[in-house]
């Protein structure tokens, strides 16, 4: 029997190798678009409570981790603040402000881990509560809450945030200082270190399927939707792939800007999936993944550095990109009121310095994703959708579900559309519309 061979054609030809391509045109001059990305809400890493920073203040001195520069997990009161505080500005399509929350989903079952004498790894899905002594009220709620209110909006940051398990547990059962000071941590249901113990650490493809798979399902469990953006400075080149697989479409902090434009790598973490070279926005056929730069710093940043942050801003337009804040829950939550407010005045500032500004819409990350992949983005807040075309001169969209009309941004002026089928059918010139 004769063997034969068959000529596939190339599935992605005349591609670099890298894969990046842009796949729609904006003008992020005219289009201000500013998303702010906040890291680590519901991770139970740190301090507990005040009790805690006293009696694990010697060791935290030794881990060169002080007292004031640890935060804690918030309450829904602090929640409250920071949705009060979004909600008291407005862009030029009169939309409130909002934070893209990235969340770990897991944090550690110390009596489980405990009973096993350091050899398991168990843990708590955010969707299932918190560990003991980290309680706080109705934080699933609150939660839920601000993603109805339109000022929360969650996204994926780790399965247990940057802390691998693997390491973690070799790290409890070994012996030396920093052995010691894990497992006097540990007594305290607290799982931070003084050194890095990147999250995927030993996984090979199979268990990253496992351990992504299983904290998507628990944030699918917990806000009724999968992810559609990551972020974490820990991915391996195949954790991309995993994220994909699991369903989520933009990946995040695929390289970091400085205020100048200029591209930073994260020399500490040379094993991570960064890439100085990708654009902002590029879009990776082969992974399916649209990819984003930080480029906008607000971390640790006092009031009067205002003028620099607004510089900041204005240059990232003018090099036509979106303002992609990087900020965490630190500035906002923590057992230092000092330093919250501070966070909360640096805040105010710059978000009644954006929207004084011509033309400035806040984003979320989702949004800003899904109108570089497809020059349109579309978002639910509450029963309403809000629907921004900024590609074409005129797109012709169909819209599944129910709607009964389209309303143009700022004015509500009614635009019209038909039904086909069941969905329905717009032309939309560039703007904003709100879908009801």
């Not at 509500?412 to 969905?423: L, W």
């Amino acid at each position: 029997m004769k063997s034969s061979t068959m000529s596939l054609p190339e599935p992605f030809p005349n591609e670099p190798d890298c894969g990046y391509r842009m796949q729609t045109a904006i003008d992020w001059n005219q289009y201000r678009a500013v998303v702010f990305e906040s890291d680590d809400w519901g991770a139970c890493e740190t301090l507990r409570d005040h009790e805690d920073a006293v009696a694990l203040e010697p060791v935290l001195k030794r881990m060169g981790r002080p007292t004031r520069s640890q935060g804690t997990l918030e309450s829904p009161a602090d929640l409250e603040r920071l949705y009060a505080t979004l909600e008291a500005v407005r862009g030029c399509d009169n939309q409130q402000a909002v934070f893209t929350a990235f969340m770990p989903m897991g944090n550690p079952d110390y009596a489980a881990i405990a009973a096993s004498g350091f050899q398991g790894y168990y843990d708590i899905g955010l969707d299932e509560g918190v560990p003991p002594g980290w309680e706080r009220g109705d934080l699933t709620g609150k939660w839920r809450e601000g993603v109805a209110r339109g000022v929360f909006s969650p996204e994926f940051h780790a399965g247990l945030h940057h802390i691998s398990p693997i390491l973690w547990l070799e790290l409890l059962r070994d012996k030396g200082p920093d052995s010691h000071n894990a497992r006097t941590l540990f007594a305290h249901g607290i799982y931070t270190q003084a050194q890095h113990l990147p999250e995927y650490h030993g996984m090979n493809a199979g268990m990253q399927h496992e351990w992504v798979g299983r904290a998507v399902a628990r944030f699918k469990n917990l806000f009724g939707y999968v992810p559609r953006a990551g972020v974490s400075s820990d991915t391996l080149s195949m954790t991309e792939v995993v994220w994909a697989v699991n369903g989520l479409k933009i990946f995040c902090l695929k390289n970091c800007r400085l205020h100048d434009g200029s591209v930073v790598t994260y020399d500490t973490k040379p094993w991570n999936s960064q890439d100085p070279d990708c654009p902002m926005g590029a879009y990776n056929r082969r992974h399916d993944l649209v990819y984003l730069s930080r480029n906008f710093h607000l971390d640790n940043v006092k009031r009067e550095s205002l003028s620099e942050l607004t510089q900041a801003a204005s240059a990232s337009w003018q090099r036509n990109e979106p303002v992609v804040v990087n900020t965490h829950r630190i500035n906002y939550v923590g057992l230092d009121p000092q330093r919250c407010d501070e966070g909360y005045e640096t805040l105010t500032a710059l978000l009644n310095w954006l929207a004084a500004q011509e033309r400035v819409r806040f984003l979320t990350t989702a949004e800003l994703g899904q109108l570089y992949r497809d020059g349109y983005s579309i978002r639910q807040i509450g029963a309403q959708r809000l629907l921004r075309q900024w590609s074409q001169p005129v797109m012709t969209l169909e819209i599944p579900g129910s709607i009964t009309r389209v309303l143009s941004l700022p004015g509500c002026k009614e635009q019209p559309s038909y039904r086909e089928g069941d969905k329905t059918v717009v032309d939309l010139k560039q703007g904003d519309y709100l879908l009801l």
